[in-house]
């Protein structure tokens, strides 16, 4: 380990009361760590500038889903564009994949949650890049792939990620947008379609203890 990414793997564990866990994605496992409890990072300014809640800092079903089937790709020579990375999960099954990553969050320390897990599972960090959907940063090139998992539980984020697919993905790229019912489903779908994009769904299942979901894997590209 480099002394800056075991400074950086430090830092996070001083900062935060961290745990690990042994996280199933498809057929691999990966030790994710992550704060233990994400209520302990609700903060009254950032919850009054825009109503940001932490939930980066949770495993949700949709990522596993979503990761599972990167995994079946063939990523190499492939740029890919995570949106909202959270603390990484699906920046591994990326990796794993063979993926050149791009992993982007709304809140710095997500980001370095994804460095740090990446560095610890496979020894080199994916790039991150804050990016706020409001005011979306310009990147060099578009993108292969672009993902997101559980990203549309505000209707504004509908539009926002329909608008950011126009702009940033590849003429003969793909999305993958994961989702397990929210309340913008429907219209981030109806947003791609105005933007003239094919869309092609498919259901996968997700079973852990009393935990029963769907999830909903929308594959986005231009007609």
């Not at 800056?4 to 994605?25: I, K, M, N, P, Y």
């Not at 919850?47 to 079946?72: F, K, N, Q, T």
């Amino acid at each position: 380990m480099s002394a800056s990414s075991a400074g950086l793997v430090s830092d996070l564990e001083q900062r935060f009361d961290t745990t690990s866990d042994r996280v199933s994605v498809g057929d691999k496992e990966f030790d994710v760590m992550r704060p233990r409890n994400s209520d302990d990072l609700i903060t009254e300014e950032d919850y009054v500038r825009d109503e940001r809640l932490p939930y980066w800092a949770d495993i949700w079903p949709s990522c596993l889903i979503l990761g599972a089937r990167l995994l079946e790709d063939q990523g190499k020579g492939h740029s890919l564009l995570e949106l909202g990375c959270g603390v990484g999960i699906v920046t591994l099954a990326a990796i794993s994949a063979g993926y050149e990553v791009v992993a982007t969050d709304y809140y710095e320390d997500a980001l370095l949650f994804t460095r740090a897990n990446s560095w610890r599972a496979f020894g080199i960090e994916p790039r991150t890049r804050y990016a706020d959907w409001r005011t979306w940063p310009t990147f060099e090139a578009p993108f292969d792939r672009i993902v997101a998992a559980d990203v549309l539980y505000e209707h504004a984020y509908a539009p926002a990620v329909a608008s950011i697919l126009e702009a940033t993905l590849a003429r003969n790229g793909t999305a993958i947008v994961a989702d397990p019912g929210r309340v913008a489903a429907e219209e981030f779908l109806l947003e791609c379609r105005k933007r003239g994009f094919r869309i092609e769904t498919e259901s996968r299942p997700y079973e852990a203890g009393e935990i029963r979901q769907t999830i909903n894997l929308y594959t986005v590209s231009r007609a």
